[in-house]
Structure formats: structure tokens, C-alpha cells
């Protein structure tokens, strides 16, 4: 593959950037793009390591990306599924109320939502939450009809089919180790030689703000990695959920709190946690090999040299005591979900667990960065902070990111 000769690089595989190469292609049939990646294959991390849930944009502050790019991002990624024949389902969710104190929270998601343009959103008396939802309680809820499910590795893989019918090179198991503009046009330096474009545009996710600073960029927000494991449901418990519960979640997080996800293959799972940990592919809670010990080493030296960890750890330290709790205690994890659907026993959850990490950027004053983020550098536009309900949102943010990178000089 040559290394020069493209008109727009983006860095990262996964289904954001995936989208935005997509959207640029759209715009410019017959452009010269690749999408570089440090993975041999694409949607190896959050993309391939979510609930899978398509989420509605009840949660986000209105006026925000993220309340504008989910509810549209929802729509698009609904009729991108039904175009390429990709299983998915509008199976609903509800955010179940389980105290009276919690009412005004509720009501302020409810007015959020409301302000988002959200469908189908209404409210629950206790008494219509087993109409949605038989084994669940609560004194009030609000029901979402428009949530679905679907496998966003199953969208990033048509994705990939579509660039590369498109004429989109990959260049795969390469890691991007230096930014530079030189002459005009942006070299990547990668672990296989230099690749240059007129422009980049970084998706690179958990390595979002190390490519940013490489490229000339504040190191101001980091990424500081957050662990979610779920466990599952063991098969022939029936159909305990129908679609989706969830808590009321906490204001001052960006997390949504252990809820209840029905999958697109029928499992059911319970989760996540919330957990800060060592290493940026910490999907296990050790090394998968002694190789891997010095990257995470790296990783935790860089996490704890930020002054944002130790904010987010004096202002949250009580939530990560209870994070720690039900990361160590299958029956607490039960626990925490039987609130809201009392049928739920530790004897239905199957061995093992799956688990994901979250890419949150942290500002230096211990802020959770609570919006999508992105910026510029020359010749390159990077996304600085791109979590839940980024894989959502993913093809209504490639318009945005595009429309930013065009803004800021990327040409055709």
C-alpha cells in the first residue's frame, strides 16, 4: 500500500471512526481514504465491547452534542440496520423509580428527554410498569419505546464491507506513533512505515488524547479508563425482561448505574460496573500475558501523574467503594438489580462475565468530561472524548466531525 497519496487518513477502527470515513466518502465519492488501525481487525474495543444498546437521548443536557447526535444518531442507525439487513429491535427500555425520593430526578430526566425530542417517552404510575414490564417495580417510571438493541461489531463489520467496496484502503495492525504536518500534508508515522493525506482525523478512543498530543494538542482532557463488567443471565430463566431496566441514574455521573439489558442474541445481561483501572485494554482485572505488564505499567504511571484522577478520586471516592463492592460480590451485583425486578436471584447468573472500558476524558481540575469532545490541530481534527452514546450517535457524529474538519481546512 502506498504511503502518500491519500486525501483524508483516519486513525482508528472502530465504528466512530469507521462513520466518519463512511461520511467523508459520501460527500466524495472516489476519494483517496485508509483508516489505520493499531488492531488487525476492526471494532475491537468499545465498538465490540458494549451492551449493544441503541439509546433514545433521554439522559443528555439539552442543547448539548450528545442530546442533539443520539436522538438523530438513533434514527440513522435504525435505517442503516434495516438497508444492510443487520438484526436489531425497538424493544424498549424503563427507568424505574424505586423510592419517592427519587421522583425529581425522574422528572428531570423526563424533562430532558421531553426537550430532546425523545419519541414515545412517557410516564409510568407503578401500577403500568408491569404493563410494560411484569416482573419489574418501582413507584414511577419513564418508558422509552424508541431504545433497541442491536451488535455494533456485526455494524462495524458492514461498515468496513462498504468502505472497501467504496475503494477506502485499511491499514490494519499498524499503531500510530507520531503526528506531524510536513509540507503541507499530515504523515502518520506507524509501527510499518510513514502514511500521508491531505488530512487526519483521530478516532482513536481509549488512545484518543495520546494521538492528540502527539499531533500538537493540550494534553488537557485524558483519558482515564473505567471498567464495566456485566454478567449474564444462565439460559432457561425465560423471558424475565422484555427489553431493557435501568435505575435512575446519579446526576453528577456519567454512568448510568447496573441495569438490565436484553441482547440482540436473546442473553440477558446485568451490568456494568463502574471501576477505574490500571491499563487502557484492561478488560481483565490482570495481564492476559507477562508481555502485556510494562504497557500496563505505563498506562497506571500516566493515570495517576494527572491531576484529574486525584479529583475524581477525592470528589467520588464513595462511589468507587460501592463500585468495589459489586465488582467482588456477585450477590450484592444481584442485589442491586432485584430493587427494580424482585424475581432476580444470584442462582440466575451464568458463569464468568464479559467487560468493557470506557474511554472518559478527565479534565485537569477532576471534571468527567459529560459531552462529546473535539478539536483541531493543524491538518488534523481529533475527537477527544467519545463515550456512550458515541457507537449510538456514530453515523450523526461522522457529520459533525466532517463538518468540523472541513471548517478547519480538510478539502476534498
Given amino acids: 500500500m502506498p504511503g502518500h497519496g491519500y486525501d483524508l487518513a483516519v486513525i482508528g477502527a472502530g465504528i466512530v471512526g469507521l462513520a466518519v470515513a463512511r461520511e467523508f466518502l459520501l460527500r466524495r465519492p472516489g476519494a483517496r481514504v485508509v483508516v489505520v488501525d493499531r488492531e488487525r481487525a476492526v471494532g475491537q474495543h468499545q465498538t465490540g465491547h458494549n451492551s ?63 426537550a430532546n425530542g425523545v419519541p414515545g417517552l412517557r410516564r409510568l404510575t407503578a401500577a403500568q410498569i408491569g404493563e410494560v414490564e411484569p416482573g419489574a417495580r418501582g413507584v414511577a417510571a419513564l418508558h422509552s419505546p424508541a431504545t433497541g438493541i442491536v451488535d455494533y ?10 468502505l472497501r467496496d467504496a475503494g477506502a484502503d485499511f491499514a490494519l495492525g499498524r499503531e500510530v506513533t507520531a503526528v506531524r504536518r510536513d509540507r503541507g500534508r499530515t504523515v502518520l508515522a506507524t509501527s510499518a512505515g510513514p502514511i500521508a493525506a491531505a488530512w487526519a482525523i483521530g478516532c482513536a478512543g ?60 436473546g442473553s440477558v445481561l446485568l451490568g456494568p460496573t463502574a471501576l477505574l483501572v490500571a491499563a487502557r485494554d484492561g478488560y481483565r482485572p490482570w ?11 505505563g498506562d497506571l504511571r500516566e493515570t495517576l501523574a494527572w491531576p484529574g484522577t486525584w479529583g475524581v478520586a477525592r470528589r467520588f471516592w464513595r462511589t468507587g467503594i460501592s463500585e468495589i463492592r459489586l465488582a467482588a460480590s456477585r450477590p450484592a451485583f444481584t442485589r442491586a438489580c432485584a430493587r427494580y425486578l424482585p424475581g432476580l436471584s444470584a442462582a440466575a447468573i451464568a458463569p464468568g462475565a464479559m467487560a468493557g472500558v470506557r474511554a472518559q476524558a478527565v479534565a485537569r481540575d477532576g471534571r468527567l468530561v459529560d459531552d462529546f469532545a473535539i478539536s483541531d490541530t493543524p491538518g488534523a481534527t481529533h475527537v477527544r472524548n467519545a463515550p456512550s452514546p458515541a457507537a449510538t450517535s456514530s453515523l450523526a457524529l461522522a457529520r459533525e466531525i466532517v463538518d468540523r474538519a472541513e471548517r478547519a481546512g480538510l478539502r476534498g
Avoid at 452534542?65 to 440496520?81: H, N, Q
Avoid at 479508563?225 to 441514574?249: D, N
Fill in 206 to 265: 481509549l488512545w484518543a488524547d495520546r494521538l492528540a498530543v502527539r499531533a500538537g494538542a493540550p494534553a488537557d482532557p485524558r483519558i482515564v479508563p473505567f471498567r464495566g463488567a456485566y454478567l449474564r443471565l444462565a439460559p432457561g430463566q425465560g423471558q424475565i425482561v422484555r427489553g431493557m431496566i435501568y435505575p435512575v441514574p446519579d446526576p453528577d455521573l456519567p454512568f448510568l448505574g447496573v441495569h438490565i439489558t436484553r441482547r440482540i442474541d
Fill in 153 to 162: 461489531g456485526a455494524v462495524a463489520a458492514a461498515m468496513e464491507r462498504e
Fill in 287 to 297: 495481564p492476559a500475558t507477562p508481555a502485556a505488564v510494562p504497557r500496563l505499567l
Fill in 52 to 114: 449493544g444498546v441503541i439509546h433514545s437521548g433521554i439522559y443528555y443536557v439539552p442543547g448539548s452534542l450528545k442530546a442533539r447526535l443520539c436522538v438523530e444518531g438513533a434514527r440513522l442507525m435504525y435505517a442503516y440496520c434495516e438497508q444492510h439487513q443487520i438484526p436489531h429491535q425497538r424493544c424498549g427500555k424503563l427507568i424505574v423509580a424505586i423510592s419517592e425520593d427519587e421522583l425529581p430526578r425522574l422528572a428531570d430526566l423526563e424533562a430532558r428527554g421531553r
